[in-house]
T-cell receptor
Framework: AQKITQTQPGMFVQEKEAVTLDCTYD???????LFWYKQPSSGEMIFLIY??????QNATEGRYSLNFQKARKSANLVISASQLGDSAMYFC????????????FGTGTRLLVSP | SQTIHQWPATLVQPVGSPLSLECTVE??????LYWYRQAAGRGLQLLFY??????ISSEVPQNLSASRPQDRQFILSSKKLLLSDSGFYLC???????????FGDGTRLSIL
């Protein structure tokens, strides 16, 4: 069975600094996808970044980058130059390439950015 | 562009009452549709998914059911709500392999 582990319940960072949110995963499948979502206090889930298991380069989207280490089964999210608006819950998720692509979510990390 | 609408945003219901939450997607065809529940301070749990009209698969046994009467409409229902049905319900859609799921704004359901 697939599993996502986020070991950091909460993280604190000062504005303009970089922060890394940890994510490890467990799967026996060769083909899978890894996603990060942001959930502000308002509740909506906002897609941030995607990494495919066969992608050789780390994914980047603006200030977000995904540090993908396949051998370690880790997919950490790096946020550069943190902003106050980055304060939110962050969820790592994995999909397995079946037809319906179920997403398995971790328990999340709450990020607080201070001025 | 694609959009997803989910309503109501907030709902307070007594135990034993029925439930109907609706989700519609615009701007895409034949999406995969999903219902998730999020307990307070927890991750998301997949409840149902659908790959087409009338095709519903349940991930966990529970007091809820889902239906897809139209291509872009997904409904979550219950005949009699339980206290344990309280939570934040999110609908999502996806089109294409290895594409992200896109979520609605969610419904906060409180059972009294």
């Amino acid at each position: 069975a697939q599993k996502i582990t986020q070991t950091q319940p909460g993280m604190f960072v000062q504005e303009k600094e970089a922060v890394t949110l940890d994510c490890t995963y467990d799967t026996s499948d060769q083909s899978y996808g890894l996603f990060w979502y942001k959930q502000p206090s308002s509740g909506e889930m906002i897609f941030l970044i995607y990494q495919g298991s066969y992608d050789e380069q780390n994914a980047t989207e603006g200030r977000y980058s995904l540090n993908f280490q396949k051998a370690r089964k880790s997919a950490n999210l790096v946020i550069s130059a943190s902003q106050l608006g980055d304060s939110a819950m962050y969820f790592c998720a994995m999909s397995v390439n079946t037809g319906f692509q179920k997403l398995v979510f971790g328990t999340g990390t709450r990020l607080l950015v201070s001025p | 562009s694609q959009t997803i609408h989910q309503w109501p945003a907030t709902l307070v219901q007594p135990v034993g009452s029925p439930l109907s939450l609706e989700c519609t997607v615009e701007g895409t065809s034949n999406p995969n549709l999903y219902w998730y529940r999020q307990a307070a301070g927890r991750g998301l749990q997949l409840l149902f998914y659908s790959v087409g009209i009338g095709q519903i698969s349940s991930e966990v046994p529970q007091n809820l059911s889902a239906s897809r009467p139209q291509d872009r409409q997904f409904i979550l229902s219950s005949k009699k709500l339980l206290l344990s049905d309280s939570g934040f319900y999110l609908c999502a859609w996806r089109v294409g392999l290895n594409q992200p799921q896109h979520f609605g704004d969610g419904t906060r359901l409180s059972i009294l």
